[in-house]
């Protein structure tokens, strides 16, 4: 048997410790970076340096220690590779012949080099000066009928001073058509909250880990996806504060980890079990946890436990009576039917949380990506006013987001919804008239594509198609479009599934030095908890020929809009320059930014929750009532599965760093599903039998994925998990979260049948 077989076998050895130390220098090593990759590891999320391109989790408030992570590192690595793509490359390769490769392949290349252009006599991309790669996307737009027919995609790992000019530029051409990662994400989080506490971000910081008496972890898989934050588990753990794990899985780093930093714990071997009650949820189960704990709450209330803060109930929120009804009139054989675990362990939560006077709540795509996902955060706040668990330090929401700046994008003016304010400052401040309907999220945006209305699409970063849902009715609807242009650091799907013209643009990363004429240039981030600070890049660019996000947006616009008074030269040499005008568009939160950036420790942004003050149209928290116990539409199919696209230990969404999920115990392949035994053997299906799933919609249309290895995995029943991007085919584009454009990609109806081949 070869290496590089497929394997299953489970895994019992504690997360993190050796495992990740030898992980990441295997990484290194494979990417070749040793020498570079280590003295940028060194400046990476210290005061001077630059901000880890991997997740948005912050860094301590007061840094003393090098704060590291195996996939911060694997991040790095990647960025910082030897490997280049080059005009050879192109050469040598028909984009019919890329198109065969695997994610993983084409990302194994390594770094962009120069700007090409498809040419369709050859089915190669052909070398083009940057000159003609703007003079072509400027003819392009002009040439549209209405902006409109344009999309304008980000990714999070875009900072602030590209993104808010991007935005500019976009409205100054004449469309809100903003497309972004987060529609994918937390949109749930920055749409289902404004309800309830008046803004879509949470208050927590990072001095609130100290204070927090009970912690939850709700649908998050913090040992892979914000490695960081396992540090400030592990000490509240350490201090004896339970913390509480809501998953269909157990994942691993939070039921066994070994602090990788801790040498003296990895020379023991000693590992700590993070999660003092695992609740084993089912998929989209935990509508009914929160709804079975506020029943408790409102119960010991009437008879007269001091449970519920009164006080901040009556002054600061609005809706207690209905929610109280709601939660009284539960019937505990539903509740523990839908959340799938016992009265008993629902009780248990509901003790801890009781028992706790700072209680702070985070979440992931766990929460977020189901068809209620807004509504589902909303009941997070429920749970937390009950108890005042806002403006007091350890308490609180805190969605932990995904991108590294995907927070900040949002802030600094990505929206396709803007406000009426927003925009009036934006004319006060620039000049124009900007449109002032809205424009598409990322769904819209496909829709509007696959009607042919869309003709241009423009991708500041990411990976579009490989990311959305419907992979094949996606890449059909993105190469009927006339432009595609990637702005991009790798080689991705997005590159090979094209429109007639296309456009690979290849930029400076945050890694590396950024220099124009007006001098090194630095940028600003803002992570998960609203914490604004600056990153330089210390590496040389991966090829002279990259340009930075900033001066392509600015040379986008010149070309798109020849009679525009907006200062773009300015702009795209003198990044400060460009946060005065943040400063001047954002006076509430962002003034005096140049000066505040200065602290190497960086600021936090300004969220009135912390300070209990609640920007709603009725100026309170609002609770709000959940109308039954579905996160999902029902299907009436006794056979269905719910599965959720999760990533692997191994990947950073559509990257794919190999093709094993260590802490699942899964080796040398991503085409597997992991089942309950029962629900396997329900089915007739033998050990590691190859399956294929369909998904269960009344559209007429066949998503079927095949080739599936099913594993025997300890998920709760009803639930299933395979990996994204591999299973985006079976997530219909129209199963989304109404309130906030969210794909639900956590909860999709399937029927598991035997793979006939
Ligand atoms: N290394 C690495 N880091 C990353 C990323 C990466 O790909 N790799 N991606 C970044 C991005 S963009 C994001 S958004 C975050 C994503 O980070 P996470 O939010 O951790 O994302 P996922 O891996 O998609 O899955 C989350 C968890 O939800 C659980 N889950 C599924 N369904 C349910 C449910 O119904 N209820 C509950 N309670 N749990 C459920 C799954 O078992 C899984 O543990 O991470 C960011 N950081
Ligand atoms: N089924 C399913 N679908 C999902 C999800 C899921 O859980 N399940 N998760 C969703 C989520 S949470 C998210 S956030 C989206 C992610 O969607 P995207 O953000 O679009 O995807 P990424 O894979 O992060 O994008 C990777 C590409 O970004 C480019 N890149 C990397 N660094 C830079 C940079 O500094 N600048 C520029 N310009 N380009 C850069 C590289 O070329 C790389 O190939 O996917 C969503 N899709
Ligand atoms: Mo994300």
Redesign the pocket.
């Known amino acids: 048997m070869s290496g590089d077989e497929p394997r299953y076998k489970s895994y019992d050895s504690p997360a993190g410790g050796w495992g990740a130390a030898a992980a990441t220098a295997k990484t290194l090593m494979r990417e070749s970076v040793i020498a570079k990759g280590s003295r940028a590891l060194l400046s990476m999320n210290q005061p001077g340096g630059f901000k880890c391109p991997?997740?948005?989790y912050p860094d301590p408030d007061c840094k003393q220690t090098l704060e590291l992570c195996e996939?911060g590192a694997?991040?790095l690595a990647h960025e910082a590779t030897k490997f280049r793509v080059t005009r050879e490359f192109f050469a040598q390769h028909t984009v019919s012949d890329l198109a065969e490769q695997s994610d993983y392949w084409l990302e194994k290349q390594g770094r962009l080099t120069e700007p090409m252009r498809y040419d369709a006599t050859s089915d190669k991309y052909v070398p083009v000066s940057w000159d003609e790669a703007f003079a072509l996307i400027g003819e392009h737009l002009r040439a549209l009928e209405s902006p409109h027919q344009a999309e304008f995609y980000t990714s999070?790992r875009t900072a602030n001073e590209a993104a808010f000019l991007y935005s500019i530029f976009v409205r100054e051409f004449g469309t809100n058509n903003f497309p972004d990662?987060s529609n994918m994400?937390?949109e749930p989080t920055s749409r289902g909250l404004p309800a309830a506490i008046g803004v879509g971000k949470g208050p927590v910081r990072m001095s609130d880990w100290e204070h927090a008496e009970a912690i939850f972890v709700?649908?998050?898989?913090?040992g892979?996806?914000?490695?960081r934050m396992m540090t400030d588990l592990v000490a509240a753990h350490r201090r004896g504060v339970p913390i509480v794990t809501?998953?269909?899985?157990p994942?691993q780093a939070l039921m066994k980890f070994t602090p990788p930093q801790d040498v003296l714990e990895m020379a023991t071997f000693r590992s700590e079990q993070v999660t003092s009650e695992f609740v084993h949820?089912a998929?989209?189960?935990?509508i009914a946890l929160f709804k079975g704990m506020m029943k408790i709450l409102f119960e010991r209330d009437a008879a007269g436990e001091k449970v519920i803060d009164w006080d901040f109930v009556n002054t600061h929120t609005v809706g207690i009576e209905a929610v109280r009804e709601d939660a009284l009139a539960q019937d505990w054989t539903e509740l523990t039917r839908v959340a799938g675990v016992s009265e008993a362990q629902i009780r248990r939560c509901a003790e801890i949380y009781i028992r706790s006077n700072a209680t702070m709540i985070c979440f992931?795509?766990?929460?977020t990506q189901?068809q209620e996902g807004s509504r589902l955060l909303r009941q997070v706040c429920n749970l937390l006013f009950l108890r005042g668990n806002f403006g007091k330090p350890g308490a609180g929401i805190a969605p932990?987001?995904?991108?590294s700046n995907?927070q900040g994008d949002r802030t600094v003016g990505i929206d396709e919804q803007p406000t009426g304010d927003y925009l009036d400052r934006v004319q006060a401040v620039f000049g124009f008239d900007p449109p002032r309907e809205h424009g598409h999220n990322t769904v819209q945006a496909v829709e509007a594509m696959i009607a042919g209305t869309a003709r241009v699409f423009v991708g500041m970063g990411g990976n579009f198609v490989r990311a959305i849902p419907d992979t094949e009715r996606s890449y059909e609807a993105m190469r009927k479009l006339d432009l595609t242009v990637a702005i991009s650091t790798k080689l991705n799907r997005g590159h090979v599934v094209h429109g007639k013209d296309a456009l690979i643009l290849p930029v400076t990363s945050r890694s590396e030095r950024l220099e124009t004429e007006a001098g090194e240039q630095f940028v600003t981030i803002e992570d998960s908890m609203a914490k604004v600070t600056a990153s330089r890049g210390v590496l040389e660019p991966a090829s002279p020929h990259t340009l930075g996000e900033v001066e392509i947006v600015c040379r986008m616009a010149r070309a798109a809009l020849p009679g525009s008074k907006t200062d773009w030269e300015r702009y795209a040499q003198d990044y400060g320059s460009v946060r005065d005008r943040i400063a001047e568009v954002y006076p509430a939160i962002y003034a005096d930014f140049n000066h505040r950036v200065s602290d190497p420790d960086g600021f936090y942004l300004d969220v009135p929750p912390r300070r209990l003050v609640w920007p709603t149209p009725n100026g309170k928290a609002n609770f709000h009532v959940f109308e039954g116990l579905d996160?999902n539409a029902p299907v009436a199919e006794p056979d269905m599965l719910r599965l959720?696209?999760?990533?692997s230990?191994d990947?950073?969404?559509t990257t794919i760093y190999s093709n094993s999920d260590r802490y699942r115990g899964v080796y040398n392949t991503r085409m597997a599903v992991l089942m309950n035994v029962e629900d396997r053997k329900a089915r007739g299906f033998a050990e590691q039998q190859v399956i294929a799933l369909e998904t269960i919609s009344r559209d007429g249309i066949t998503r079927r994925v095949s080739g599936l290895t099913v594993i025997d995995y300890p998920i709760a029943r009803g639930?299933i998990?395979g990996y994204?991007p591999e299973l985006n085919p079976l997530l219909p584009l129209d199963y989304f979260d109404e309130i906030s454009g969210t794909p639900a990609a956590?909860?999709i109806p399937v029927r598991a049948v035997a793979d006939p081949g």
Do not use: W
């Open positions: 991997s997740c948005a996939n694997k991040a999070g990662c994400c937390h709700i649908g998050q898989n913090t892979t996806n914000a490695p809501v998953n269909p899985m994942e949820i998929i989209g189960g935990d992931g795509m766990g929460l189901h932990i987001r995904g991108h995907v996160a959720a696209t999760i990533r230990h990947q950073f969404n639930a998990a994204y956590k909860s």
